[in-house]
Antibody
């Protein structure tokens, strides 16, 4: 079935940095797109970023472009999110998710396995 | 891309059917059949219940169904049960390998 476990969340001051990690198990990790999705307290879901199987393509929501970097280590079945220049509005639970593709042009757009989430709080 | 538009809340009695709408644009929902739906209980991670507009993952009851017309996708839950009370989110491919979620709908079973 597959499992994802996030770690690395915590309290950080505005302008600070944090690195989230996600460890995958139970599926062939290197053959899937992966993504980070976040949810601010009491708010809805927001796609943050995704990464292709071999790490050669990465895409970001405009609000984190230039501040966040997604990466993966297929040898260790791990996914990472380096977050720099953190702002109060980055406060959220961050979910790691396995991203699935649709269509002949393989567009990643749905998520079938989710981690339990890790809370990031940006506050002074 | 702005978030897809969903009603803040819907409600229904046990056994009834409810429909949750999800309105986007011709650049996202209306551009392809890449719409998915998620169920989320408070304090839990989301769970996939519909993908590619109409497809159900294994294990999801057939009481859950999806459809789309133009720029609006819909999730219908028939034979409503108390356990269906949760938040529901739609999601669409947004172009250039990006994804957009709806604002979420809280379903109350009366």
């Amino acid at each position: 079935e597959g499992q994802l476990v996030e770690s690395g969340g915590g309290l950080v001051q505005p302008g600070g940095s944090l690195r989230l990690s996600c460890l995958a198990s139970g599926f062939s990790y290197s053959t899937y797109w992966m993504a980070w999705v976040r949810q601010a307290p009491g708010k809805g879901l927001e796609w943050v970023t995704n990464i292709k199987q071999d790490g050669s393509e990465k895409y970001y929501v405009d609000s984190v472009q230039g501040r966040f970097t997604i990466s993966r280590d297929n040898a260790k079945n791990s996914l990472h999110l380096q977050m720099n220049g953190l702002r109060a509005d980055d406060t959220a639970v961050y979910y790691c998710a396995r991203s699935r593709v649709s269509g002949l042009k393989v567009k990643p757009n749905w998520f079938d396995i989710w981690g339990q989430g890790t809370l990031v709080t940006v506050s002074s | 891309h702005s978030a897809l538009t969903q009603p803040r809340s819907v409600s229904g009695s046990p056994g009834q059917s409810v429909t949750v709408s999800c309105t986007g644009t011709s650049s996202d929902v209306g551009a392809n059949n890449f719409v998915s739906w998620y169920q989320q209980y408070p304090g839990n991670a989301p769970k996939l219940i519909i993908y590619d507009v109409t497809k159900r993952p294994s294990g999801v009851p057939d009481r859950f169904s999806g459809s789309k017309s133009g720029n609006t996708a819909s999730l219908t839950i028939s034979g409503l049960q108390s356990e269906d009370e949760a938040d529901y989110y739609c999601c669409s491919y947004g172009g250039t390998y990006t994804v957009i979620f709806g604002g979420g709908t809280t379903l109350t079973v009366l």
